[in-house]
């Protein structure tokens, strides 16, 4: 299995309340990923990172922050956190551009967020 | 920009029965697809994926997908299913010129005895 951690596991926290969610892989990946994952609609991409002080926005990075200081490390920060942002979140890392050839996304195993 | 629909929230077959899952997908670049598998409380892991080197892709665990341009379907197929196949399923695409994986809202697949 590819050597990435997300912590915590299970988080449970207030309306209004900052929430910061960290993914740490062990392989040197470049590309670092995170999604939300919600029924019925799969896995949205929040926001990724293509190198250290590198990130971009996905297709639902409202309310979402991101930071990756350091090459191991991609942290997801919900400023001010809202029942909406109620999801299992999942971080991925791939080597290069996923774009076929021998890049392919490595998930970690999910954050579950409830925010009450 | 690109998209991806599976057709069928939740599939049903019996044990030993052929599974189809289906995806389509919409991109105006040449497409690369993927075939994601995720069991209970477990993160993703990949199947199998298209790369424009042949058009019928072999994954893990007996699964294989054909990619048909002109049916813009990429659908994962298995001869026979297994109980150990229940598992929810998502269908992915990128290219080139995005770099970033684009899900489709995934297929739960239930095996009967």
């Known amino acids: 299995d590819a050597g990435i951690t997300q912590s915590p596991r299970h988080k449970v926290t207030e309306t209004g309340t900052p929430v910061t969610l960290r993914c740490h892989q062990t392989?040197?990946?470049?590309?670092m990923y995170w999604y939300r994952q919600d029924p019925g609609h799969g896995l949205r991409l929040i926001h990724y990172?293509?190198?250290?002080?590198?990130?971009d926005k996905g297709e639902v990075s409202d309310g979402y922050s991101v930071s990756r200081s350091k090459t191991e490390d991609f942290l997801l920060t919900l400023e001010s956190a809202t029942s909406s942002q109620t999801s299992v979140y999942f971080c991925?890392?791939?080597?290069?551009?996923?774009?076929?050839?021998?890049?392919?996304?490595?998930f970690g195993q999910g954050t579950r967020l409830t925010v009450v | 920009a690109q998209s991806v629909t599976q057709l069928g929230s939740h599939v049903s077959v019996s044990e030993g029965a052929l599974v189809l899952l289906r995806c389509n997908y919409s991109?105006?670049?040449?497409?690369?697809l993927f075939w994601y598998v995720q069991y209970p409380n477990q993160g993703l892991q990949l199947l199998l994926k298209?790369?424009?080197?042949?058009?019928l892709v072999k994954g893990i665990n007996g699964f294989e997908a054909e990619f048909k341009k002109s049916e813009t379907s990429f659908h994962l197929t298995k001869p026979s299913a297994h109980m150990s196949d229940a598992a929810e399923y998502f269908c992915?695409?990128?290219?080139?010129?995005?770099?970033?994986?684009?899900f489709g809202q995934g297929t739960t697949l239930q095996v009967k005895p």
């Open positions: 298209y790369t424009s080197a042949a058009t």
């Open positions: 991109s105006s670049v040449p497409p690369y």
């Open positions: 992915a695409v990128s290219s080139s010129n995005t770099g970033k994986l684009i």
């Open positions: 991925a890392i791939s080597e290069g551009r996923i774009a076929g050839g021998d890049t392919e996304a490595f």
């Open positions: 990172s293509y190198g250290v002080k590198d990130t």
């Open positions: 392989e040197n990946h470049r590309y």
